[in-house]
């Protein structure tokens, strides 16, 4: 644990989702993933709790205003919600090592999590979401050309974090959903993704690509 933090009154626990159909697994929501991965590089410890989403149970209700994950508490018994707030709070309490993402790229890539969802369940193939998605994937290679490996650089920051699991996602529910992928001659985004992907703690805290894909299904065959 970083020196500069007071120690936490109780042990910082994170409420995530647990996988779809298998309530002891560590499941697949990228926000979840986010706040995990900020967790693992900064070297703090913490106890996991898995929220069955599917059957909420009362405790997690009271704590969770909308029901969602993930939820956070920093050892002193408030409860916190949303991936940015909570991320945030942490590079507060535990500057080190610093993971913050310069302003002018703390947007990078913010479009492309909600593209690959609009193409991924969009059943009409001329409504633009697959150009859109493309565009998407096009400016971050461009910008990763330019400044890589990383988004920030050589040095990974809360950016490269948040968009980690949102391309996880993208990767494994194009490929099983519609056969997509992304093209090769983005080979940026490719050695980002490779970069990402082989990371120590992307490695432990990454869902099943069985339950990405469990966790999609119902919003692709909607
Ligand atoms: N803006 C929120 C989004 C969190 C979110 O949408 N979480 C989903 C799981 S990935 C959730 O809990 N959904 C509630 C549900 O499925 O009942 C954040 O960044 O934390």
Not at 8 to 31: H, M, N, Q, R, Y
Not at 57 to 85: Q, T
Not at 170 to 182: E, P, S
Request: with cysteine; charged share 25%; net charge negative.
């Amino acid at each position: 644990m970083a020196a500069t933090a007071a120690a936490p009154a109780s042990p910082i626990e994170v409420c995530v989702k647990a996988a779809t159909g298998d309530p002891e697994t560590l499941g697949d929501c990228p926000f979840s993933q986010r706040v995990l991965l900020t967790l693992e590089e900064k070297k703090i410890p913490y106890e996991l709790k898995l929220i069955d989403l599917d059957n909420k149970p009362e405790w997690f209700l009271k704590i969770s205003p909308e029901g969602k994950v993930p939820v956070f508490n920093g050892g002193h018994g408030k409860w916190i919600f949303d991936s940015d707030v909570v991320t945030r709070t942490i590079e507060e309490k535990y500057p080190e090592p610093s993971l913050v993402t310069p302003p002018e790229y703390s947007s990078v890539g913010s479009k492309l999590f909600p593209s690959f969802v609009k193409f991924l369940t969009s059943k009409d193939p001329n409504d633009g979401s697959e150009q859109a998605l493309l565009d998407e994937l096009r400016s971050l290679d461009e910008h990763l050309k330019e400044h890589g490996p990383f988004v920030n650089g050589e040095k990974i920051s809360a950016v490269d974090l948040s968009l980690a699991p949102k391309l996880f996602h993208l990767q494994v529910a194009l490929d099983h959903f519609k056969g997509w992928k992304i093209p090769e001659n983005l080979t940026y985004v490719h050695s980002y993704m490779k970069l990402l992907f082989n990371r120590e703690s992307f490695i432990k805290t990454k869902p099943s690509k069985e339950h990405v894909i469990a966790g999609w299904a119902p919003k692709v065959n909607a």
